[in-house]
T-cell receptor, first 115, second 113 residues
Framework: DAGVIQSPRHEVTEMGQEVTLRCKPISGHNSLFWYRQTMMRGLELLIYFNNNVPIDDSGMPEDRFSAKMPNASFSTLKIQPSEPRDSAVYFC?????????????FGPGTRLTVL | DAKTTQPPSMDCAEGRAANLPCNHSTISGNEYVYWYRQIHSQGPQYIIHGLKNNETNEMASLIITEDRKSSTLILPHATLRDTAVYYCIVRVAGKTSYDKVIFGPGTSLSVIP
C-alpha cells in the first residue's frame, strides 16, 4: 500500500490566489482528517470526514477554507483567497473506524507558503 | 484543549531506555491513551495505544498506572532515529462516538550519541 498520498508536496503562491490541496486516503479507510501545523499553534484538526460526510468542521479557520470529499478515494482542501497567515504544513490522515481503535495514518504533508 | 500534559523536552543517551511521561488526570473510563511521534518534516506516526493494561509492540511499551491518571511510553533501546516529537493523546475509541483528536505540544526527545 502506498499510504496516504498528498499533492502537491510544496506550494508557493501569492496572496489572494486560490490554493487547492489534494489527498488520496488509504484504500478501505472510511475516515479522513485534514490537519494544519505551524510553529505557533502546533498540529490543529481542521475537518473530519466519515464515509465521505463532513462530521466536524469546527476547526476550519474561516470561510476562506473549504473541504470536499466527493468519493472515498479523494479529498480536497481549498483556500480562496489565500493569505500569508495560511502558510503552514497541511497534513491529511485516514483511518478505518472499526469501533475498536482508530489508528490514523498521516500523509507526508503539503508545505504551503503564501507570499 | 489537550487533555494531557507532557514535559516539553527530554534527552536520552543512545542505546538507553527512553521513558516519556504523560499526565492525563481527567481521563474518562472509556478513553484510550494513544501515542504518536513526529520525526522532523514528516507526518505523525502511530506508536501504540492502551486502555488500562500495559501494552507492548515492536516499537515501544506503554505503562499505564492503575488509576489511569498517567502513563509512560518506553523506548527500550533508543537510537538516533528515535529523535522526534512524541505526542500523548487521550480519546474515546469507537465508531458510535466521535471524539476530536487533539494534539498538544508533545515532548521533543533528543537521542544523544
Amino acid at each position: 500500500d502506498a499510504g496516504v498520498i498528498q499533492s502537491p508536496r510544496h506550494e508557493v503562491t501569492e496572496m489572494g490566489q486560490e490554493v487547492t490541496l489534494r489527498c488520496k486516503p488509504i484504500s478501505g479507510h472510511n475516515s479522513l482528517f485534514w490537519y494544519r501545523q505551524t510553529m505557533m499553534r502546533g498540529l490543529e484538526l481542521l475537518i473530519y470526514f466519515n464515509n465521505n460526510v463532513p462530521i466536524d468542521d469546527s476547526g476550519m479557520p474561516e470561510d476562506r477554507f473549504s473541504a470536499k470529499m466527493p468519493n472515498a478515494s479523494f479529498s480536497t482542501l481549498k483556500i480562496q483567497p489565500s493569505e500569508p497567515r495560511d502558510s503552514a504544513v497541511y497534513f491529511c490522515a485516514s483511518s478505518f473506524e472499526t469501533g475498536f481503535y482508530n489508528e490514523q495514518f498521516f500523509g507526508p504533508g503539503t508545505r504551503l507558503t503564501v507570499l | 484543549d489537550a487533555k494531557t500534559t507532557q514535559p516539553p523536552s527530554m534527552d536520552c543517551a543512545e542505546g538507553r531506555a527512553a521513558n516519556l511521561p504523560c499526565n492525563h488526570s481527567t481521563i474518562s473510563g472509556n478513553e484510550y491513551v494513544y501515542w504518536y511521534r513526529q520525526i522532523h518534516s514528516q507526518g505523525p506516526q502511530y506508536i501504540i495505544h492502551g486502555l488500562k493494561n500495559n501494552e507492548t509492540n515492536e516499537m515501544a511499551s506503554l505503562i499505564i498506572t492503575e488509576d489511569r491518571k498517567s502513563s509512560t511510553l518506553i523506548l527500550p533501546h533508543a537510537t538516533l532515529r528515535d529523535t522526534a516529537v512524541y505526542y500523548c493523546i487521550v480519546r474515546v475509541a469507537g465508531k458510535t462516538s466521535y471524539d476530536k483528536v487533539i494534539f498538544g505540544p508533545g515532548t521533543s526527545l533528543s537521542v544523544i550519541p
